[in-house]
């Protein structure tokens, strides 16, 4: 089974065109089908950095192929999120002035290839990544949306 930094040419086949940002010093990879097996994001970085042994061992068993990612579509926090992120992303743009773009924009760090994230925008005419996080109510603070929603796509975008 391969490694989750090496990418197999069977699933390169996916991969329709690639490019390179020169002002941001991105790569910016379309990818059909995303097989997460391939990489690591920002909600892997998240188990791994946390104190979850079994969410570790379940995403390190899904980085080995063993077992199927988690299916997310009834985790009402993970649905909250999806049905929210445009709302989010025409509510920042009609209150700054600012356009998002870049949509779902997968980048791939320059040098550390199996480090990567797809972003839910960037701030156009800015290298500031946009990210729509839904938070609940009662565990919101500026801090943590702070802390959680700019950390790893900055790492990986280098900003």
Same mark, same amino acid.
């Given at each position: 089974? +391969?490694? @989750? ?34 990489? $690591? &994001? &920002?909600?892997? @970085? ?8 079994? +969410?570790? /061992?379940? =995403?390190?068993?899904? %980085? ?5 990612? *988690?299916?997310?579509?009834?985790? /009402? ?8 992120? *445009? ?5 920042? *743009? ?5 356009? $998002?773009?870049?949509?779902? %924009? ?5 040098? /550390?290839?199996?480090? +990567? +994230?797809? =972003? ?10 946009? *990210? ?25 975008? &280098?900003?």
């Amino acid at each position: 089974m +391969a490694q @989750a930094d090496s990418v197999p040419n069977s699933t390169r086949l996916s991969i329709t065109g690639e490019s390179a940002d020169q002002s941001t010093n991105l790569r910016t990879v379309r990818v059909e089908s995303v097989d997460r097996r391939y990489f $690591i &994001g &920002g909600s892997d @970085a998240r188990i791994i950095m946390g104190d979850d042994e079994a +969410a570790l /061992l379940r =995403l390190w068993r899904e %980085k080995r192929g063993e077992i199927e990612p *988690e299916d997310l579509s009834s985790n /009402l926090v993970v649905q909250l999120g999806l049905a929210t992120e *445009e709302l989010n992303r025409r509510w920042y *743009e009609a209150n700054t002035g600012q356009v $998002i773009t870049d949509l779902q %924009k997968q980048v791939r760090h320059p040098a /550390l290839r199996w480090m +990567a +994230a797809t =972003l839910d925008g960037r701030v156009q005419g800015s290298d500031a990544v946009f *990210e729509a996080k839904f938070m609940l109510p009662w565990s919101f603070s500026e801090e943590a949306a702070a802390r959680n929603t700019c950390h790893s796509s900055n790492i990986i975008c &280098g900003s």
